[in-house]
């Protein structure tokens, strides 16, 4: 069964830094690429951008180039979302998932990352 | 201002038939880019319901269907049932923005 888990909610004040993750299970993780998704309170999702675990390849959202960084560790498993500094418009939920196979869809999901930047 | 409009939102009986519409550009639906549709219920995490126009993931019941023309796509949703409520949102390439792109979302009200 493939399964995406994701790391447990952050609340962070602005000029913070912060990296979530995303480990998944039941699937040759190397092999797939691995989705990110915010999505705002109450507002719907947007795409952010996929990195793929094999050689950490990563195609960015135009919306989201040099706010976030995407990158994997395959030998755990695991993707990861990081910011350097965050503010407090990154307030959302961020959403993992993987890429079906030959379409350009996020087929299995994670439950979700809620960060919370406040001061 | 969403890549993909789609309408805010529809509402059906339970039994009858409902649609709703997704609309691109030449850039993205209308280059001949696939469409995917996800549900996503209150409070979880977005759920597959059709890829590539109109294929149907295992476990997602034949009541569900997605079609494209044009610059369009639309969902169609028959035997409407009381747990279909919920929020629902189409997806595809847009090949000038070099992204993949998401409709605003739909909400989904069973009267």
């Known amino acids: 069964e493939v399964q995406l888990v994701q790391s447990g909610a952050e609340v962070k004040k602005p000029g913070e830094s912060l990296k979530i993750s995303c480990k998944g299970s039941?699937?040759?993780?190397?092999?797939?690429?691995i989705g990110w998704v915010r999505q705002m309170p109450g507002k719907g999702l947007e795409w952010m951008g996929i990195?793929?675990?094999?050689?950490?390849?990563?195609r960015y959202s135009p919306s989201f180039q040099g706010q976030v960084t995407m990158s994997s560790d395959r030998s755990i498993n695991t993707s990861y979302l990081q910011w350097s500094s965050l503010k407090a418009s990154d307030t959302a939920m961020y959403y993992c998932?993987?890429?079906?196979?030959?379409?350009?869809?996020?087929?299995?999901w994670g439950q979700g990352t809620m960060v919370t930047v406040s001061s | 201002q969403s890549v993909l409009t789609q309408p805010p939102s529809v509402s059906g009986a339970p039994g009858q038939r409902v649609t709703i519409s997704c609309t691109g550009s030449?850039?993205?639906?209308?280059?001949?880019?696939?469409v995917h549709w996800y549900q996503q219920l209150p409070g979880t995490a977005p759920k597959l319901l059709i890829y590539g126009n109109n294929n149907r993931p295992s476990g997602v019941p034949d009541r569900f269907s997605g079609s494209k023309s044009g610059t369009s796509a639309s969902l169609a949703i028959t035997g409407l049932q009381a747990e279909d409520e919920a929020e629902y949102y189409c997806?595809?390439?847009?090949?000038?923005?070099?992204?993949?792109?998401f409709g605003g979302g739909t909400k989904l009200t069973v009267l």
């Open positions: 030449s850039s993205n639906i209308g280059a001949g880019n696939e």
């Open positions: 990195v793929y675990p094999g050689d950490s390849d990563t």
């Open positions: 997806q595809s390439d847009d090949s000038s923005l070099r992204a993949w792109v």
């Open positions: 998932a993987r890429r079906g196979d030959g379409y350009n869809v996020l087929q299995f």
């Open positions: 039941g699937y040759n993780f190397a092999t797939y690429w």
